[in-house]
């Protein structure tokens, strides 16, 4: 059966769900199986060439920078309580005996 070659992201990740549940199949062989997973790595190829040809608006790369940050600034605070976290724990510690 000839396939037809996905044109969009949304196809992409259609025909890799129909893949993923039919190598999850007890009933498929491996021969398949290792057919249908040089298929998902040409789609995910695909996919990327896709991503990385995509152009953003200019509003729409202010939007992406700016969650970046936010995402970048949440880090950094969840990195600082889980120092303080780490730090708070040994002051509670009690101090080993002999």
Known sequence: MAEIAPNSFADITERLDEIISVVRSKDTS???SLDLYDEAIELGSR???LVDSFDLSPEEAAQ????????????DAAAQDG???ASD???DAAPPTE
């Open 89 to 91: 724990a040994g002051a």
């Open 30 to 32: 491996l021969e398949r």
């Open 47 to 49: 996919a990327a060439e």
């Open 64 to 75: 992406l920078d700016q969650a970046a940050r936010a995402d970048d600034t949440s880090l």
């Open 83 to 85: 120092s303080d976290s």
